[in-house]
T-cell receptor, first 118, second 117 residues
Framework: AQTVTQSQPEMSVQEAETVTLSCTYDTSESDYYLFWYKQPPSRQMILVIRQEAYKQQNATENRFSVNFQKAAKSFSLKISDSQLGDAAMYFCAYRSAFRNNAGNMLTFGGGTRLMVKP | GAGVSQTPSNKVTEKGKYVELRCDPISGHTALYWYRQSLGQGPEFLIYFQGTGAADDSGLPNDRFFAVRPEGSVSTLKIQRTERGDSAVYLC???????????????FGEGSWLTVV
């Protein structure tokens, strides 16, 4: 079974600065997807960014980018020019690319609470 | 609808009671998922529907939990003989196709916060 670990329960960043959230995962599969979700107090999980394991190029979405290290099974999220609205829980998630039961579920890490200081 | 809608937003019930949580997915989405998020943890998969059928219910913790989607749209998660350990946020999500499809985006609702006292 796959596992996802987020070792930072809380992180803090000054507004306009850059912060990196860590995520490691364990899998024996070669093809999969990785995601970062944001969960504000409203509880809705919002997709921030996704990465296909077969792509070597790191995904980027505006101020959000990832550092995907497949051999190390590491998938960190970098938030540049942090804004007050970025404050939330951030979850790293894994999904198998195979069309079987494992491909039907997202496996989430325990989350990192990001605080943004004005 | 514009997004995934879940009702009730909050529910307090007594231990041993029966509870139903409703999910209205985005119109046209054939795939629907239920997750459970305990306090301070990440969401855990419960069940996945493709159309009307439960394609994967491997995450349901025990036989007190059951979910239906009779017409392939709205889904109801049913919990019998609730226990204090069932207290959690129950998140529903939907996607245009099944989760096994590449390029699929999953949209989450705001969850139903269940408290069993």
């Amino acid at each position: 079974a796959q596992t996802v670990t987020q070792s930072q329960p809380e992180m803090s960043v000054q507004e306009a600065e850059t912060v990196t959230l860590s995520c490691t995962y364990d899998t024996s599969e070669s093809d999969y997807y990785l995601f970062w979700y944001k969960q504000p107090p409203s509880r809705q999980m919002i997709l921030v960014i996704r990465q296909e394991a077969y792509k070597q190029q790191n995904a980027t979405e505006n101020r959000f980018s990832v550092n995907f290290q497949k051999a190390a099974k590491s998938f960190s999220l970098k938030i540049s020019d942090s804004q007050l609205g970025d404050a939330a829980m951030y979850f790293c998630a894994y999904r198998s690319a195979f069309r079987n039961n494992a491909g039907n579920m997202l496996t989430f890490g325990g989350g990192t609470r990001l605080m943004v200081k004005p | 609808g514009a997004g995934v809608s879940q009702t009730p937003s909050n529910k307090v019930t007594e231990k041993g009671k029966y509870v139903e949580l409703r999910c209205d997915p985005i119109s046209g989405h054939t795939a629907l998922y239920w997750y459970r998020q305990s306090l301070g943890q990440g969401p855990e998969f419960l069940i996945y529907f493709q159309g009307t059928g439960a394609a994967d219910d491997s995450g349901l913790p025990n036989d007190r939990f059951f979910a239906v989607r009779p017409e392939g749209s709205v889904s109801t998660l049913k919990i019998q003989r609730t226990e204090r350990g069932d207290s959690a946020v129950y998140l529903c999500a939907s996607s245009l196709r099944g989760q096994g499809a590449s390029g699929n985006t999953i949209y989450f609702g705001e969850g139903s916060w269940l408290t069993v006292v």
